[in-house]
Each structure stands twice: as structure tokens, then as C-alpha cells.
């Protein structure tokens, strides 16, 4: 979906800015290690959708989708 839109280096730091004043907002803010390990996922999202940038044919088919636990990415 985001794939093919080009670089935009400066919506991705405003919408990782939008997601930690979202997690301002609720009860989340609370919880220091959820709240880094939310924002540390949503900042590796946003690096992986602009990692096929150029265009949607570049993406692999089947490609997973990671998963992630309280200390990061996973192998499965």
C-alpha cells in the first residue's frame, strides 16, 4: 500500500511524532515500557514501508509480516 510513493523522510518523523503525542493521550504514557516498546515498533514500521519506495513491484510476494515481543523483533 505504501510501496511506489517515493522517499518521505519528513512524513515519516511527523507521523512517529503523531503516534508518541497519541500515546500521550491514554493511559499508555503510564507504562514506560509499553510506551518504548509501541514507539520502538511503530518507528521500525515506518523505516519497513519506505524500504520499497521506488515502486510496488519491488515488493517480495508473501513477504511476513514481523513479530514482535517486549524486546523487539522476533523470529517467528
Request: proline fraction near 7%.
Given at each position: 500500500?505504501?510501496?511506489?510513493?517515493?522517499?518521505?523522510?519528513?512524513?515519516?518523523?511527523?507521523?512517529?511524532?503523531?503516534?508518541?503525542?497519541?500515546?500521550?493521550?491514554?493511559?499508555?504514557?503510564?507504562?514506560?515500557?509499553?510506551?518504548?516498546?509501541?514507539?520502538?515498533?511503530?518507528?521500525?514500521?515506518?523505516?519497513r514501508?519506505?524500504?520499497?519506495?521506488?515502486?510496488?513491484?519491488?515488493?517480495?510476494?508473501?513477504?511476513?509480516?514481523?513479530?514482535?515481543?517486549?524486546?523487539?523483533?522476533?523470529?517467528?
Amino acid at each position: 500500500m505504501h510501496s511506489g510513493n517515493g522517499e518521505h523522510h519528513d512524513m515519516d518523523r511527523r507521523a512517529l511524532a503523531c503516534f508518541e503525542a497519541a500515546l500521550d493521550d491514554v493511559p499508555v504514557s503510564d507504562d514506560p515500557q509499553l510506551r518504548e516498546t509501541l514507539t520502538t515498533w511503530f518507528g521500525w514500521a515506518i523505516q519497513r514501508m519506505g524500504d520499497y519506495h521506488e515502486s510496488a513491484d519491488d515488493v517480495p510476494a508473501g513477504l511476513p509480516m514481523q513479530h514482535w515481543s517486549w524486546d523487539g523483533p522476533t523470529s517467528g
